[in-house]
């Protein structure tokens, strides 16, 4: 698996490159009427419209092409997507003739190079944007590094992306930037993480936990990812069309390595820490029953609610090691991804995450950066009524309440806040992890959500306590 290996779209041919210019929808008349006569008679002809997002050649005074037109509004990134799209192949300058910002569209460009197709003839010819070293930008190399990687993860089949492969590609990117890593499995798991052994333990692949460790410096951050690389549903089982993609419910832990090589790529000043529970929610005789009463990590007893609610038993035990770990710095900071309720969904849709807070301040900063960046991320509330439903398990705390299903994606958030306690800085972020459609720099698959406006939250923390 090519974790990371990715293209960026990027050229540095300056001599072969025709000019791109790119220019805001508001300015296209002035820019369009300052062409030459045959350019702007090539545009009338073909019936060009300066609305944002549409792209056109240019013809050079011989007839041949010159150079191209890119009309953007405030979507530089995805409006550069779809002009890497347009684009015949060959290198191309970009000009921005209206301020738009370069590290944008190098965003957008290298995030419309992703495909997902190992079994298909690559597609080698494709248009290049001109960079030289000095113009391209980190950050946006880094993000789209950490995009790359939790697009991989997610997209690749289960039987390959076991929780094994998926500790490996783990121990890869820890290597690749010099973390430190260890994984607990095997004999030790029971003790260490109850509930994800027991969520795990039907499966051919055991499950396991990773813990990664990089960075001396700054504000101490921790990331906790929901790494379910398979669900059936386990005893609860879902019916064929829901499991059909259900190879992307390892997309909290994708989302988590994926920001965390970020943060390492762009060499971010914090002490970072990363926990993967990883596991497959298969069927066997092992397998956890409804109404089963587990212990956890913390030694809290959990009743069993639905066995396709495994998610947030792993996650308990990953939060727990989170805060408790005596070798570990209390985080400044946490946050946790996972593809947890389909309630989310029903909620907001499959293109905008779910974000629950302990901490309004944090909140909205994370909303703020979303918006800034359009990487949507919205809060919904940790409703305290609803925690009184917990607390209606006859043998334990119960993983799902007795709210009837109403408030799912809530009463989940409220469940993992046990484990959390109300005062830390803690954020959970329920993630479809899934475009069900393409559109220009994100294709129909395993996507990234809310990881690049966690990555600018991240970096103003690192900036603020240096």
Known sequence: MPILDYDNGLTADEQTSRLLYFCAVDEADNFIASLSAGQQRWLSDTGFTARAGNTALLPGEGGGLDAALSITSDSVIWQS?????ALPEGSWKPICVSGQSLAAIQLGWGLA???FAPHKPKRQKRARLCLSAAEQDTVAQAELLGTHICRELINQPANIMTPAALADAACDIAAHFGADVKVISGKALPTYAPALHIVGRAAESEPRMVDMRWGSDGPAITLVGK????????????????????KKDMGGAAHVLGLAAAIMAAGLKVRLRVLVAAAENAISEKSMRPLDSIATAAGIMVEVGNTDAEGRLVLADALHHALTDDDAPHPDFLIDFAT????????????????????????????RAGEALHDPIWQLPLFESYDRFLDTGQAGLSSTGSGGGYGG?????????????????????????????????????????????TFQHISELAETNS
């Open 81 to 85: 997507a779809a002009t890497a799209d």
């Open 113 to 115: 190079q992703y495909r």
């Open 227 to 246: 790494g379910i690389t398979f669900d059936s549903g386990g005893l609860d089982i879902k019916p064929s069309k829901g499991m059909e993609i259900m």
């Open 340 to 367: 947890l309720t389909g309630a989310a969904r029903v909620a907001m849709g499959t293109e905008c995450p779910a974000l629950f807070c302990n901490h309004q301040e944090t909140a909205t900063a994370l909303m």
């Open 409 to 453: 994606a809530i009463t989940a958030a409220l469940f993992l806040r046990r484990f959390t306690g109300r005062d830390v800085n803690w954020a959970h972020v329920d993630v479809m992890a899934w475009n069900i459609s393409s559109r220009a720099g994100r294709p129909k698959g395993g996507e990234a959500m809310g990881l690049r406006a």
